[in-house]
């Protein structure tokens, strides 16, 4: 059995889960951000050992893919690769508007977790299950993958590094996830932007999430069942 937890500790989640936050950072393509070495050092070291602490996160089913029972996947983009994939972002897809915003965030960030679920199920099914049994498992690998990227989110908020997530764009397309060698069969959850401090960080935007102040009170979602 782990440890007893601490009234602290449980003050400390409850500050962590609410303080964290959506941040958009917007860069400018022609203008990257600049990050020294021993800061991406330090920061690449909290976002790897971020990814491996949110494997933490429940699953109910096994996965079973390539002897790995998570049903997540995921890719990480360092600085250097995110800005790559910035410059030549209207070379690979010049049907989208000039103003689409994956470029400036690519710009900006210090690194872009990739996360990924895999479905269980194709089109064809499997006899072996019905329909609806097959819809729910599916359904179990895509809230655990979502688990996932809030454990993330979370573990990043408490060092103090602004993360945005989003739903890919262009990150979910085949052509994209073929350019960043990421396999077959992958269904996109999230594209977390982690920004770094960087040391023409003032150059940047830093716009809070849409939504942030449209949460209804809690009165207005939960009810107590009594029997």
Same mark, same amino acid.
């Given at each position: 059995?782990?440890?007893? *937890?601490?009234?602290?500790? =449980?003050?400390?989640?409850?500050?962590?889960?609410?303080?964290?936050?959506? /941040? !958009?950072?917007?860069?400018?393509?022609?203008?990257?951000?600049?990050?020294?070495?021993?800061?991406?050092? !330090?920061?690449?070291?909290?976002?790897?050992?971020?990814?491996?602490?949110?494997?933490?996160?429940? =699953?109910?089913?096994?996965?079973?893919?390539?002897?790995?029972?998570?049903?997540?996947?995921?890719?990480?983009?360092?600085?250097?690769?995110?800005?790559?994939?910035?410059?030549? *972002?209207?070379?690979? =897809?010049?049907?989208?508007?000039?103003?689409?915003?994956?470029?400036?965030?690519?710009?900006?960030?210090?690194?872009?977790?990739?996360?990924?679920? /895999? #479905?269980? +199920? @194709?089109?064809?099914? @499997?006899?072996? +299950?019905? !329909?609806?049994?097959?819809?729910?498992?599916?359904?179990?690998? %895509?809230?655990? &993958?979502?688990?996932?990227?809030?454990?993330?989110?979370?573990?990043?908020?408490?060092?103090?590094?602004? &993360?945005?997530?989003?739903?890919?764009?262009? +990150?979910?397309?085949?052509?994209?996830? @073929?350019? /960043?060698?990421?396999?077959?069969?992958?269904? %996109?959850?999230?594209?977390? +932007?982690?920004? =770094? #401090?960087?040391?023409?960080?003032?150059?940047?935007?830093?716009?809070?999430?849409?939504?942030?102040? !449209?949460?209804?009170?809690?009165?207005?979602?939960?009810?107590?069942?009594?029997?």
């Amino acid at each position: 059995m782990p440890d007893a *937890f601490t009234p602290e500790d =449980f003050q400390t989640v409850t500050r962590v889960v609410q303080q964290r936050r959506t /941040l !958009k950072v917007i860069g400018d393509v022609d203008a990257p951000v600049v990050i020294d070495s021993p800061t991406a050092i !330090k920061c690449r070291d909290i976002v790897l050992r971020s990814v491996q602490t949110a494997d933490s996160a429940p =699953f109910h089913y096994d996965r079973s893919c390539d002897n790995v029972p998570q049903p997540w996947r995921v890719n990480i983009l360092w600085h250097e690769t995110c800005q790559k994939v910035a410059a030549n *972002f209207y070379q690979w =897809f010049e049907d989208v508007k000039p103003g689409n915003k994956l470029p400036s965030m690519l710009s900006a960030c210090g690194a872009c977790v990739l996360v990924s679920w /895999l #479905p269980q +199920f @194709d089109g064809e099914g @499997d006899e072996a +299950f019905t !329909k609806s049994k097959q819809i729910q498992i599916d359904q179990e690998h %895509l809230a655990a &993958t979502a688990a996932y990227v809030q454990n993330l989110l979370l573990l990043l908020t408490a060092a103090d590094m602004g &993360t945005y997530w989003s739903s890919g764009g262009q +990150f979910c397309t085949r052509s994209m996830m @073929d350019r /960043l060698s990421m396999e077959a069969g992958r269904q %996109l959850m999230a594209a977390v +932007f982690v920004e =770094f #401090p960087a040391t023409n960080g003032d150059s940047v935007q830093r716009l809070p999430g849409k939504l942030a102040g !449209k949460r209804a009170g809690v009165e207005s979602w939960m009810s107590v069942v009594e029997l």
